[in-house]
């Protein structure tokens, strides 16, 4: 079947763009994550949704970071005025419950370089 | 706070042999869940291995074993018959009862020689 999509792979923004990333969970996933990674580093823990409800936002670096699962399946993830301190690649991943057993299936990420 | 340590930036590793990549974890929940991501140059996060922190047992996936050692709060992958494919990044990552979130090490790089 297929996995967690992501779109577009990468993306390039001017300092003080707004950008918009997509994200296509597996079918049928209730939990939906958002995570930084930056170069050479692990992911870093952004947002979670379950089904449309976003349940833990902890990870958002700033007001500028804005995510959202309105229908409980393709979820966005906004920045506005992006800063080069943004230029990371986001990591989107889904797991079929938010039970601690089940993994996360992760997308191919999307690459944000913001100059 | 969940906190996952792993020391070795880089390892090396001729092909067909055992390997095992470091993980320390730091956590004062009784219940936790630990897993291994495989990540190549393709950038995608591949799971590869889960410990629940009640299983009895080390968790086993292929060539993939979770050598647990609870009291000492580590959690090593040790990679058997290595293959060129294995050439990638490896993250260690915890996730705490009640959190949905997974916490990730910085990485180990791993490069298999023929």
């Known amino acids: 079947g297929a996995g967690v999509s992501q779109s577009p792979r990468y993306k390039v923004a001017k300092r003080g763009q707004d950008v918009a990333l997509r994200c296509d969970p597996i079918s049928g996933h209730v939990s939906l994550f958002w995570y930084q990674q930056a170069l050479g580093q692990g992911p870093e823990f952004l947002t979670y949704f379950q089904n449309e409800a976003q349940l833990d936002k902890s990870g958002l670096p700033s007001d500028r970071f804005f995510a959202e699962r309105p229908e409980g399946s393709v979820s966005t993830l906004k920045i506005q005025r992006t800063q080069q301190e943004d230029s990371a690649v986001y990591l989107c991943?889904?797991?079929?419950?938010?039970?601690?057993?089940?993994?996360?299936?992760f997308g191919p990420g999307t690459r944000l370089t913001v100059l | 706070a969940q906190k996952i340590t792993q020391t070795q930036p880089g390892m090396f590793v001729q092909e067909k042999e055992a390997v095992t990549l470091d993980c320390t974890y730091d956590?004062?929940?009784?219940?936790?869940?630990l897993f291994w991501y495989k990540q190549p140059s393709s950038g995608e996060m591949i799971f590869l291995i889960y410990q629940g922190s009640y299983d009895q047992q080390n968790a086993t996936e292929g060539r993939y074993s979770l050598n647990f050692q609870k009291a000492r709060k580590s959690a090593n992958l040790v990679i058997s018959a290595s293959q060129l494919g294995d050439s990638a990044m490896y993250f260690c990552?915890?996730?705490?009862?009640?959190?949905?979130?997974?916490?990730f090490g910085t990485g180990t790089r791993l490069l298999v020689s023929p």
């Open positions: 956590t004062s929940d009784p219940s936790y869940g």
């Open positions: 990552a915890m996730r705490e009862e009640g959190f949905q979130k997974l916490v």
């Open positions: 991943a889904s797991s079929l419950s938010g039970s601690p057993g089940n993994e996360q299936f």
